[in-house]
């Protein structure tokens, strides 16, 4: 019977060796793919066959998130018409591990007569596919996980490993920033912290109000309802806010003397407050910098709304 957690760790151990034997292989090659691809006025178009197209698609999908324009396509429908697609200023980046594929293979005639920068990834520098490449990326490993030496699994972890050493290095190379990033993911986290404003998500209705002489009841009762932690404070058109917090500080302060208090003698002046316009990534890292689970939102002075976490 076999040891599941022993198999396990040796899978990792081969694949962590494969991936530390790739750090070797980096040379000029991979300096000269990386020129080529930003000096493109095209696409970067990934291209591979079986295990080698899923991680082909993986890392056009990376590409594609981190400002470099790319799609994959599959060597069978290219050889079917797909080609078509294929601009003279592509970057045209085929995987094939034994460099010897033949959907991938009979590529390269038309690649050569149409003008295309041809980037090989494959684990045989001596290949039909690496001999015939601009420039080729040896992703060579010294054995599968696979205990059979059939399933390709060290090879593939290799590839995509230096798909990521390409899409990082274009990264940097190209300054992209967190907000580039979150143009293309608008629809996730990163994208609504980056892209959205404040006044995109605050509350504008049923704000907690007060006025400065209500008493510690009514101030109590106005945060708890509120849902927001604060109450605030409008004296002369001055804006004042009272948080949950001011409450504990107050009543440990005053003891039995706090239900004396009005709101006057309870709230803080010059509360932390944003603009309209303000991004929510930095409303948050205000907000977690003054340790306040909200903020008043304020145009030209005017209180219009409040944002919370």
């Keep these: 019977m076999i040891d599941y957690i022993v198999t396990a760790k040796n899978v990792l151990e081969i694949e962590s060796q494969a991936l530390k ?12 793919a990386i ?4 000096s ?52 045209f980046i085929a995987l094939s591990n034994s460099g010897e594929t033949d959907e991938v293979v009979k590529l390269i005639p038309f690649l050569k007569d149409n003008g295309n920068i041809l980037i ?54 190209r ?4 907000e580039n990033f979150a143009r293309f993911h608008p629809g996730g986290s990163l994208g609504r912290r980056l892209l959205s404003r404040v ?11 007060l006025s400065g002489d209500a008493n510690a009841t009514e101030v109590i009762s ?23 917090g001011d409450l504990r500080r107050a009543i440990e302060k005053h003891h039995n003397g706090f239900f004396d208090l009005s709101a006057s003698n309870i709230m803080v002046p010059n509360p932390v407050s944003v603009i309209v316009g303000t991004r929510i990534d930095d409303a948050l890292q205000l907000m977690e910098s003054r340790s306040v689970s909200a903020v008043l939102v304020m145009d030209n002075e005017v209180l219009v709304g409040v944002f919370k976490k």
């Design 35 to 38: 020129d080529a691809v930003l």
């Design 40 to 91: 493109s006025k095209g696409k970067a178009i990934i291209c591979g066959m079986g295990k080698s197209g899923i991680i082909g698609k993986k890392i056009a999908a990376t590409f594609a998130s981190t400002g470099t324009p790319s799609f994959f396509m599959h060597p069978g429908e290219a050889y079917h018409g797909d080609l078509g697609m294929v601009s003279p200023d592509d970057i």
């Design 175 to 178: 300054d992209f920033k967190p």
């Design 120 to 173: 090989s990834m494959t684990g045989n520098p001596k290949s039909t596919l690496a001999q015939a490449s601009d420039y080729h990326l040896n992703v060579a490993v010294e054995k599968e996980a696979c205990p059979l030496q059939l399933a390709p699994t060290s090879s593939t972890t290799a590839a995509l490993a230096m798909g990521d050493a390409l899409a990082v290095t274009l990264m940097k190379a």
């Design 21 to 32: 034997g790739l750090i070797n292989n980096i040379d000029s090659n991979f300096s000269l």
């Design 199 to 209: 006044e995109n998500e605050m509350i504008t209705e049923n704000l907690p109000l």
């Design 222 to 244: 106005t945060i708890s309802q509120s849902g927001l932690g604060l109450a605030i404070v409008m004296i002369e058109g001055k804006v004042h806010v009272i948080t949950d």
